[in-house]
T-cell receptor, first 114, second 108 residues
Framework: EAGVAQSPRYKIIEKRQSVAFWCNPI?????LYWYQQILGQGPKLLIQ????????DSQLPKDRFSAERLKGVDSTLKIQPAKLEDSAVYLC????????????FGPGTRLTVT | GEDVEQSLFLSVREGDSSVINCTYT??????LYWYKQEPGAGLQLLTY?????DMKQDQRLTVLLNKKDKHLSLRIADTQTGDSAIYFC????????FGPGTSLSVIP
């Protein structure tokens, strides 16, 4: 079974630029999560989708971050414009249901904002 | 608000036992988790424990939960160099809250 795929693996941009990350969850998984992991910290949930609907986006900075999962499969996370403090690893995870301990994580995208 | 704390670093010799400690604040957490993260990789669920349990053992891993003190620990028996990684404690009610992670270094 293929795991959660993410691209790109690394991205370096200048502040005020835009960036987008892509996630392909495990086939058949209805729930998709985006986490932000700042260096030296644990992951923080940004947004959770159930199929193509948003379940929780309470910690998503909506003035600059957006995410979509139009067909209930792949998802993109966008930052526009980026700030220095957005430098982090962005992790995507998926699960068949909404049970937390059934989440499978992708390898992450490491973003550096200069 | 909800908070999870862990010591940041632990160093042990190969073959010894490692004990990683965690404290949490949300007494209503249903599950508590231990995740492992190797360099450049995503998180891997190691084990989890229901809040009504005191202990769970899974091969080399032993999880102890003291609900009164809101303290969770992970013991790794016979620690190997392949166990070197960052270990995250996490609590959950409606969403998961991760601690800052404990970096475990295993000295050959």
């Amino acid at each position: 079974e293929a795991g959660v795929a993410q691209s790109p693996r690394y991205k370096i941009i200048e502040k005020r630029q835009s960036v987008a990350f892509w996630c392909n969850p495990i086939s058949g998984h209805a729930t998709l999560y985006w986490y932000q992991q700042i260096l030296g910290q644990g992951p923080k949930l940004l947004i959770q989708f159930q199929n193509n609907g948003v379940v929780d986006d309470s910690q998503l900075p909506k003035d600059r971050f957006s995410a979509e999962r139009l067909k209930g499969v792949d998802s993109t996370l966008k930052i526009q414009p980026a700030k220095l403090e957005d430098s982090a690893v962005y992790l995507c995870a998926s699960s068949a249901g909404q049970v937390i301990h059934e989440q499978y994580f992708g390898p992450g995208t490491r973003l550096t904002v200069t | 608000g909800e908070d999870v704390e862990q010591s940041l670093f632990l160093s042990v010799r190969e073959g010894d036992s490692s004990v990683i400690n965690c404290t949490y604040t949300d007494s209503s957490s249903t599950y508590l988790y231990w995740y492992k993260q190797e360099p450049g990789a995503g998180l891997q669920l190691l084990t989890y424990i229901f809040s009504n349990m005191d202990m769970k053992q899974d091969q080399r891993l032993t999880v102890l939960l003291n609900k009164k003190d809101k303290h969770l620990s992970l013991r790794i028996a016979d620690t190997q160099t392949g166990d070197s990684a960052i270990y995250f404690c996490a609590e959950t009610d409606d969403k998961v809250i991760f601690g800052p992670g404990t970096s475990l270094s295993v000295i050959p």
